[in-house]
């Protein structure tokens, strides 16, 4: 049993509201801390019968420092989940291992408010799944992109209206930036002196942060659901075949543009150089793992894109990219509050390493073009 967050005392009342031990599951017979996410606090529950026949779910508190609305982040992942299983249900696929799948109280609720005000959910394990850190294959990358891009397909005519913004301006480049002037007009000036390169960077590129916005304003880009937080480890894949399997970490569900989830993952998974790395020369976009995620997400997409989506594929990975190393700068200018650091100026690296993955981008531009251009009908 965890003790390390206070929060977490509460366990026992949480495991109790769910129907976890039940005469089919059996007896609780573990919990114990799973995973690696740093926002919510995750546990593993393993169940066993008489016959040793195990049972396994995932207990979740989520964080409501982060997520300020927890039921509306619930409403929004049991619309989608739910919408989902209907979908993969219709196409002869097996929802139980394609999709999460919201396990109810036993009062018959999406989750559980506590009586210290913390609130729990549940899901059924998804066994035999496997979950990868960093891109090992060109066909991992692959696999990932056409289940993101299967992910829009099967979301494209549901009402995205009904959805909450779980979190505001999530992926709004523009007030991202806006966010960034403020830190440095305020921020500490001893710190912002030892990074006036990387400023005038993100001064020399305000005029595309309001390149998607205005399109998606002037009904030029469809509002969609998006995953906001594509990256790979945000995938099961099956430990048997090794194949994308499911969609995980549904917290960002919200409406949002195809071209962000594209960015992110691109972002994420097409970096040559860590995430963190201080050696810039490490750093710069694999255009064969650009190719890879590009020819995968538009298979998946499967003709679900308009022609703009498509169009501006390459300028959602750089901006996905500016965005996340203003954020990093913003961040480092204003005493490193939000990102977690380990070590001294550590923002202000992730913020270089964002930004010449940016100005890479930028240097092979034509070719990203090109090789959307290539893959725009599959």
């Not at 030892?194 to 005029?207: G, H, P, S, T």
């Not at 995968?296 to 190393?325: D, R």
């Not at 005493?335 to 650091?341: A, N, S, V």
Request: proline residues 3%; charged residues 25%.
């Amino acid at each position: 049993m965890n003790t390390e967050y206070p929060a977490c005392a509460k366990i026992a009342e949480a495991i109790a509201a769910f129907p976890i031990e039940t005469a089919q599951n059996g007896s609780l017979v573990e919990c114990i801390p799973y995973g690696n996410g740093h926002i919510n606090d995750t546990f593993l529950l393993r169940c066993e019968t008489t016959d040793k026949i195990e049972k396994k779910f995932i207990l979740q508190r989520m964080n409501h420092s982060i997520f300020k609305n927890p039921p509306q982040l619930m409403e929004n992942i049991v619309h989608v989940t739910q919408y989902l299983r209907t979908m993969i249900l219709s196409q002869g696929g097996n929802p139980d291992r394609e999709t999460l799948n919201v396990l109810q109280t036993r009062d018959g609720a999406d989750f559980f408010w506590d009586s210290s005000q913390n609130y729990w959910r549940v899901f059924p394990f998804i066994e035999r799944s496997v979950c990868l850190e960093k891109v090992e294959s060109e066909k991992d990358f692959y696999d990932s992109a056409v289940t993101f891009g299967n992910f829009q397909k099967q979301l494209a005519d549901f009402p995205v209206e009904i959805l909450h913004e779980t979190i505001p301006n999530f992926h709004n480049t523009a007030s991202r930036f806006a966010d960034f002037q403020k830190a440095l007009l305020e921020g500490d000036k001893t710190r912002a002196a030892l990074a006036q390169e990387e400023i005038a960077f993100a001064l020399d590129r305000k005029e595309d942060t309001f390149v998607l916005t205005s399109l998606l304003a002037e009904g030029t880009l469809p509002l969609r659901v998006t995953h906001n937080d594509t990256k790979l480890n945000n995938i099961l894949f099956d430990a048997d075949t090794r194949k994308a399997l499911c969609i995980i970490d549904l917290d960002t569900v919200m409406p949002g543009l195809s071209l962000y989830d594209f960015g992110d993952s691109i972002r994420f998974g097409a970096n040559t150089g860590a995430e963190d790395e201080t050696d810039l020369t490490k750093v710069g976009l694999d255009l064969s793992l650009f190719e890879a995620f590009t020819k995968g997400y538009l298979e998946g997409c499967a003709g679900s894109l308009t022609e703009k989506e498509i169009e501006l594929l390459p300028m959602g990975a750089k901006l996905m990219t500016y965005e996340c190393g203003i954020r990093f700068l913003a961040d480092f200018l204003t005493g490193d509050h939000y990102f977690k650091i380990h070590r001294e100026h550590h923002n202000l690296d992730r913020a270089r390493t964002q930004f010449r993955l940016v100005a890479d981008m930028e240097a092979k531009w034509d070719k990203m073009t090109a090789i959307v251009k290539k893959f725009k009908n599959p």
